[in-house]
């Protein structure tokens, strides 16, 4: 039976999303196998890359969360330009504050309706603390700072940071896209 979803294009600081609302597809969402409805959405929802599918969902009764999945169908547990898309959602259909939570990855984040900086397009704030959590990225068995990983680069020095999901940064003076893509490649 072909089943068929309204979904939003969305980006949030030039990532690139699609983003469904889950709370109105319910039932139909609860029949799907996630990762490979991902995969195969993530391919044929438009012609430009994804950098993943947003989900408004409920995470109680009278709480909403955001579900975030990669286009290889891997869930993410936050994204904080995709929770800024989820949260305009939230807000136009089932919130009326200014102010509000939403969940994602199993952590409450709050948002707050800001000042428009496109006209009239609502923009929101999300404040994700930096965490060195447990289960935190670990090199050598510490939490590290400003440390070399020799199989990424010789060079720059990474610094863990987990604003909801874990990452490691490298503080540059210029963007090298190509050397960008490259270490991208490696720690996929």
Not at 7 to 32: K, M, P, W
Not at 50 to 57: M, N, R
Not at 144 to 169: Q, T
């Amino acid at each position: 039976m072909e089943r068929r979803l309204k979904y939003t294009l969305c980006h949030g600081s030039g990532n690139r999303f699609a983003l469904i609302d889950g709370v109105q597809y319910e039932q139909i969402l609860h029949s799907l196998t996630c990762p490979e409805f991902v995969r195969t959405a993530a391919m044929s929802l438009d012609t430009k890359p994804l950098d993943g599918l947003l989900f408004l969902v409920r995470e109680s009764e009278e709480e909403l969360a955001m579900r975030m999945y990669n286009t290889d169908g891997s869930a993410a547990e936050m994204c904080g330009n995709g929770i800024r898309c989820v949260a305009r959602m939230a807000r136009e259909r089932y919130l009326q504050s200014d102010e509000f939570t939403l969940w994602s990855g199993g952590r409450q984040y709050p948002i707050l309706l800001q000042r428009p900086i496109f006209g009239a397009i609502p923009t929101f704030g999300v404040d994700i603390a930096l965490t060195h959590s447990s289960k935190d990225f670990l090199l050598g068995g510490n939490i590290f700072e400003a440390r070399v990983i020799k199989a990424l680069n010789s060079e720059l020095e990474f610094m863990f940071l987990n604003p909801g999901n874990p990452h490691i940064v490298a503080k540059v003076t210029t963007i090298d896209y190509e050397l960008l893509e490259e270490l991208g490649q490696r720690v996929k």
